[in-house]
Structures are given as structure tokens and as C-alpha cells.
């Protein structure tokens, strides 16, 4: 495997007495994109959430390049963010502020860009993300689909070292599902890092390096997409993927 | 005389509007720099207690909901009573226009918090996270994630409150600070007639009507553009 850039060890979530990681290993090596799936419940959005400590793990550690984010000081902790990129079901787009606003702002005030660096960083992002024609609309002015490539944009934009991605086009009507999702081909194939909750199977075969499946907080298994997909070794892994595909 | 000339003479006697307008205009000025100083003093000071309380400090946050509480539960009137006549029993003497604005901008500071706080817990948690999630500090996302959203939901509140309380500067009458209401009723006593009422009630309009209108300019302005 190439270098790992995200190394989650021996992490654990509990909630007061409900488990919801258990002992979670995982290595996502550079420009590698892990494709997890699960059950609702199981576990995957806390997974991403405690990466970046929006959730802190009850104990275990979460490396980011080497650098371990679970034993570091709040101020270190702004900075360590940095390096991660999140993309949430919901986008999360700052309502008040356009396009380019949104993709400025922490490039202004948590990486200390000037407001023309920022601006042109931005325009650039919005422009990769197909989008920079709507740099001035605000949030509510655009589709689902392209409020999504704004928030990957926001991410992007600060240089981040790997992308999470929670369920980024759960949220969307399917026409706009595919917009998102060739996004997300272009940064994996630009050689991003990328650890991707989702239910989109035609897009982890395409695009992801391995499936991992996710159940009750523990990996159950994983494996190459199509060895996952075809031939599940887990009862559990089989159940899901029949439940998933109707 | 029959009704129609009684009326005007009782509330529109031009002599009189001609001999008090002098002070009806300083009283005029003196309302709306009170009214001002009432209004910077407990926007500010609500908007800073509301984000302090953001911070959830136990203590700190006690203290700042029997302050709003307090503030909203006790007539101003009480307060500036309290503050003017009483006061100065403990050697602290403050002036007529001091006492009205620090109880006013008080009273304001607690529905204002109220208001802001409210307009606060109002912002969904996915707009802390993203801001958090982008590397933002807690103040930074106070200040350029939720604040904006909470403030323009705290508008509309928030500028019928500002004007309740700003018209209340008429209390000051009691205490002898000279605005509108007090140059009125003072020269009401003198001229025994209620024609310098009516004219303290012009000012007023003419003080607050256009105060109201921004309001609904303001109102429309900051509505979601959703
Ligand atoms: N803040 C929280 N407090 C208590 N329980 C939580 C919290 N967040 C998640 N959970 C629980 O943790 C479990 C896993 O949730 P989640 O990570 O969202 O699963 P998934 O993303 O796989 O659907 C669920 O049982 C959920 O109810
Ligand atoms: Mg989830």
C-alpha cells in the first residue's frame, strides 16, 4: 500500500452504554478511494465524524499523514482540520453568503489567505467543480446537486490532504445524483485521498480501490469492489447486499 | 364658540405652538439622543451576552438568564424609580438622562439577548460543523457562521422591541429630564391648555414614524431570501 494518509487505530465510540465503534482499524493509503457501506445505524457516519473530531472517540487514535489528531490541543486541532476535507448529506452551505463567499471564507479565517487569494482559489475550485458561472448565486438559487459541488469546492479549496464524504448524494433528486458523483471521479482520478460513505455500488465499482462493509460498529470485511459485490464472504455482508438491491 | 373652534383651541392653539416650539425642539433633541444612546447601549450589550451564553458556561450563563429575566420581568419605571430617588441614599447620585439610559439599555439588553439567543439556537448544527469541520475556531464560526443567521432572524423582534423601549424615554419626565413629554406636560401646567400635548405627540411621530418605517424596510430587507 502506498503511504498511509488516514489511519484510524483502535478506535472506539460509545454513546453512554451503546457501542457504536468498536475497535475500528482502517488504512486509507495516498490517492486510495475506500468505499464504505452498511446499514443505517451501523456506524459509518460517527466513523468519518471522529476523523476530524466532530465526534471525539472514547479512545483509540486517528492519524492524519502521521500526525495523530485525537492527542492534540484545540488550537492544533483548527489547523489539523485543515488537512481533512468534509462533505456532509445535508451540504451545509452557509445560507447567507454566494457561491464564492461560502468557498472563501475558512481559506480567509483558518488559513489566513488574503481576500484575493482566496477569491481566486475559489473561482478556481467553483470553476473545477463546474460551477464557477454561479459564483455569485446564493445557496438557495441553486440545485441540490450544485449546492453539493459548492460544499466539495469549500473543501477543496483548502488543500486538503483526504476527503470524507458522508452520504454526499443521499440527499439529491437521482437526475442530480450524477453530477456529484463526477465530481468525485475527477478528484479521484487527480489522485485525492478519499474515504466515501455512500449506497452509490455503480460508482464504487468504477471508482473505488476497496469496499469496506460496515455493521453493528465493527468492519465486518472487505475487499476489491467486485470481490465484494460478486462474492461476499460475510453472511452479514450477503444480507445487506441483497437488502440493498431490492 | 361653537365646537369646531373649541377643538382647535384646546388642542391646536397656534400662539402657543409659536411660544413653546424652542423647546419643543430641544426636547426633541434630547429624545433622540437618549433614544440613541438607549439603543447602541442595549444591542450591544444583549448581542455580547447572547454570544457569551453561547460558550455554555454554566455560571456565567446563570447569571445571564436572571439578568434577562430580571430586566424583562420589572417595569422600567420601578427600575429608574429605584435607581434616581434611592441611589443617591447610598451616596451614588447619577443624573436624570444616565439613569434613564443604563435603565432603558438595560431593559433592552435583556430582550435583545433573549432575542439573539433565541435566533442563536435557531441556526441548524450542521452550520457549526461545517464551520468547525472547515478548521474554524468556535468564535470564528460564532461570528461568521451563526451570528449572521441569527441576527436576521432576531430583526423582526428585534425592532419592535427597540421601539417599545425607545419610546419610553418618555419616562424621563419623571425624573425632570427635559424631553418631548416633559417640555410638553411642563408647559401644559403653565399655559393650563393641552395644545403643547398635542404638539409632543406630533414630535413623537415625528421622531418614530420614520424610525418605524425603516423598520419595515429593515423587516423586508433581511427576510430570507430562502
Ligand atoms: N450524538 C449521538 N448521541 C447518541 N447516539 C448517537 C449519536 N450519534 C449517533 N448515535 C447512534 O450511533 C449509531 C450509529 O449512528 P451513525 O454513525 O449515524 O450510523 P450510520 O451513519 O451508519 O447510519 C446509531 O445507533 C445512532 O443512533
Ligand atoms: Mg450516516
Known amino acids: 500500500m502506498t503511504r498511509p494518509m488516514l489511519e484510524l487505530v483502535g478506535l472506539n465510540k460509545r454513546f453512554g452504554d451503546l457501542t457504536v465503534l468498536h475497535d475500528i482499524h482502517l488504512r486509507v493509503g495516498q490517492g486510495e478511494l475506500v468505499f464504505v457501506i452498511g446499514p443505517s445505524g451501523s456506524g459509518k457516519s460517527t466513523m468519518l465524524r471522529c476523523c476530524n473530531r466532530l465526534e471525539e472517540p472514547t479512545s483509540g487514535s486517528v492519524l492524519i499523514d502521521g500526525a495523530d489528531i485525537t492527542a492534540c490541543s484545540p488550537r492544533a486541532l483548527n489547523k489539523m482540520r485543515l488537512n481533512l476535507g468534509m462533505v456532509f448529506q445535508g451540504f451545509h452551505l452557509y445560507p447567507h453568503m454566494d457561491a464564492v463567499g461560502n468557498v472563501m471564507l475558512a481559506q480567509v479565517k483558518a488559513l489566513g489567505r488574503s481576500k484575493d487569494e482566496a477569491r481566486a482559489r475559489a473561482l478556481e475550485m467553483l470553476d473545477r467543480v463546474g460551477l464557477r458561472h454561479k459564483s455569485d448565486a446564493m445557496p438557495s438559487a441553486l440545485s441540490g446537486g450544485q449546492q453539493q459541488r459548492v460544499a466539495i469546492a469549500r473543501a477543496l479549496a483548502l488543500d486538503p490532504k483526504v476527503m470524507l464524504f458522508d452520504e454526499p448524494t443521499s440527499a439529491l433528486d437521482p437526475e442530480l445524483v450524477g453530477s456529484v458523483l463526477a465530481v468525485m471521479k475527477d478528484l479521484r482520478t487527480s489522485g485525492m485521498t478519499m474515504l466515501v460513505v455512500s449506497h452509490e455500488m455503480g460508482f464504487a465499482r468504477e471508482a473505488a480501490d476497496r469496499v469496506i462493509f460496515m455493521d453493528g460498529g465493527v468492519i465486518v470485511e472487505e475487499g476489491q469492489p467486485e470481490a465484494i459485490f460478486t462474492n461476499p464472504q460475510a453472511e452479514r455482508t450477503r444480507a445487506f447486499l441483497s437488502r440493498v438491491r431490492g | 364658540m361653537d365646537g369646531l373652534d373649541r377643538f382647535l383651541n384646546t388642542f391646536f392653539n397656534g400662539a402657543i405652538f409659536a411660544r413653546y416650539l424652542p423647546d419643543m425642539l430641544a426636547g426633541v433633541w434630547v429624545t433622540i439622543w437618549l433614544a440613541a444612546a438607549v439603543i447602541a447601549l442595549g444591542l450591544t450589550l444583549g448581542l455580547l451576552l447572547a454570544c457569551l451564553r453561547s460558550y455554555g458556561n454554566r455560571v456565567v450563563n446563570l447569571c445571564i438568564i436572571v439578568f434577562a429575566d430580571l430586566g424583562r420581568a420589572l417595569p422600567p419605571l420601578v427600575l429608574i424609580l429605584i435607581m434616581y430617588f434611592g441611589l443617591p441614599g447610598l451616596g451614588v447620585r447619577l443624573s436624570g438622562p444616565l439613569v434613564l439610559i443604563l435603565v432603558l439599555g438595560f431593559v433592552l439588553a435583556a430582550f435583545a439577548e433573549e432575542i439573539f439567543w433565541a435566533g442563536l439556537t435557531s441556526v441548524a448544527r450542521g452550520q457549526w460543523e461545517a464551520g468547525r469541520a472547515t478548521g474554524l475556531g468556535f468564535t ?48 401644559q401646567s403653565f399655559t393650563g391648555s393641552a395644545a403643547p400635548l398635542t404638539m409632543g405627540a406630533i414630535a413623537y411621530v415625528i421622531v418614530f414614524l420614520p424610525l418605524v418605517i425603516l423598520t419595515r424596510i429593515l423587516e423586508h430587507r433581511y427576510a430570507w431570501k430562502v
Open chain 2, 140 to 187: 470564528q464560526t460564532l461570528i461568521h457562521v451563526a451570528l449572521p443567521q441569527a441576527i436576521r432572524l432576531a430583526i423582526p423582534p428585534l425592532v419592535n422591541r427597540v421601539l417599545a423601549i425607545s419610546k419610553m424615554t418618555a419616562l424621563g419626565s419623571v425624573i425632570g429630564v427635559s424631553e418631548i413629554l416633559a417640555v410638553a406636560s411642563t408647559a
